[in-house]
Every structure is written in structure tokens, then in C-alpha cells.
């Protein structure tokens, strides 16, 4: 499978913007897609992650802003983002993959990635 994310851009503080991550060679019902986001200077940071069972997970600093989604007709999954503050800042990589649930979090799991999209968050 291959992935390509797009849709980032510069946002305001409280802002909202969606991101969307469109796979090609395979279907991704059959994989779990994952968001991570690195900011400059920063670790990658698990974002969100649609697994393959349809369920979700959320990280902690994102419950209740950040919505992850899928299409399979479109082969698609996006990452619906409201409330955006400036530490959301970064680029925002997917990821496919079929990791158990305890490593659903780590990067290391996940063997194909698409480019970046950078979201920035400033006034």
C-alpha cells in the first residue's frame, strides 16, 4: 500500500482543519492507519489511528478536538482537527500497518508512511 497526505496549512488559534491521508496498491480496511506529528525539535508524536477492526484511538492531548475517520469507498482517512492550539503545530505524517494493540502507538510498527503535511497554528 502506498499513502499520500494532504490538507495541511497555517490556522489560527481555535481554528479547525482536516487532513486527509489517500491510499493507493491496497485496501485499508485491511490495515490500521495511523496520524503522527513531529514538531521541530520534538520526537514523532502519536496522533490518532483507525484500526483495522474500525475502532479508534485517540491520544490524550487530542480527545475531544481531533476526530479520526475512514472511507473505504475512497479508500481514504482523514483527521478532522477543531480547537487547534499553537502545540499542535508540526508535520503531520499517516502510516499503515497491522500492529497489536499494546503497540499502536509506536512508529516502529508501522512499515509504510506517506510524505508529510505541515499544520501550522498561529495568530
Known amino acids: 500500500v502506498q499513502l499520500q497526505a494532504s490538507g495541511g496549512g497555517l490556522v489560527q488559534p481555535g481554528g479547525s482543519l482536516s487532513v486527509s491521508c489517500v491510499a493507493s496498491?491496497?485496501?485499508?480496511?485491511?490495515?490500521?492507519i495511523a496520524w503522527f506529528r513531529q514538531a521541530p525539535g520534538k520526537e514523532r508524536e502519536f496522533v490518532a489511528a483507525?484500526?483495522?477492526?474500525?475502532?479508534?484511538n485517540l491520544a490524550d492531548s487530542v480527545k475531544g478536538r481531533f476526530t479520526i475517520s475512514r472511507d473505504i469507498a475512497k479508500n481514504t482517512v482523514y483527521l478532522q482537527m477543531n480547537s487547534l492550539k499553537p502545540y499542535d503545530t508540526g508535520v503531520y505524517s499517516c502510516?499503515?500497518?497491522?500492529?497489536?494493540?499494546?503497540?499502536?502507538?509506536?512508529?516502529?510498527?508501522?512499515?509504510?508512511w506517506g510524505q508529510g503535511t505541515l499544520v501550522t497554528v498561529s495568530s
Open positions: 502510516a499503515a500497518g497491522r500492529p497489536i494493540l499494546s503497540s499502536l502507538r509506536v512508529p516502529e510498527m508501522y512499515y509504510t
Open positions: 496498491g491496497d485496501a485499508i480496511r485491511t490495515y490500521t
Open positions: 483507525f484500526r483495522h477492526t474500525a475502532a479508534t
